[in-house]
């Protein structure tokens, strides 16, 4: 079992900066693919971006590219969120695929583990 564990959320203005961060416990995630989702109020998780399990590959959501960057180190995941906007207001999830493929990462169904999220609140 992998515990993912959100944090680095908060309230932003727009414009602003926030990092996220995303630790696990159980199992090393070092050899897994990451993601990272959100969920708007009234709106389905979507995907925001995805890592491999070596950094080699990144995907990103159109709405987030140039603006939002993921990385990796053996025991946590980041996303750098720059130039936020209202819009990107929503619950952060992140995620990780026990397996090596890297399809981009875009299926929410190829995740095996989920943490709780973290809330992300960006005010105009």
């Known amino acids: 079992q992998v515990q993912l564990v959100e944090s680095g959320g908060g309230l932003v203005q727009a414009g602003g900066s926030l990092r996220l961060s995303c630790a696990a416990s159980g199992r090393t995630i070092s050899s897994y693919t990451m993601g990272w989702f959100r969920q708007a109020p009234g709106k389905e998780r979507e995907f925001v971006a995805a890592?491999?399990?070596?950094?080699?590959s990144l995907n990103y959501a159109d709405s987030v590219k140039g603006r939002f960057t993921i990385s990796r180190d053996s025991a946590k995941v980041y996303l750098q969120m720059t130039s936020l906007k209202p819009e990107d207001t929503a619950v952060y999830y992140c995620a990780a695929d026990i397996s090596r493929r890297f399809y981009g990462g875009v299926s929410q169904i190829d995740y095996d583990y989920w943490g709780a999220g973290t809330q992300v609140t960006v005010s105009s």
């Open positions: 890592i491999n399990w070596n950094g080699g």
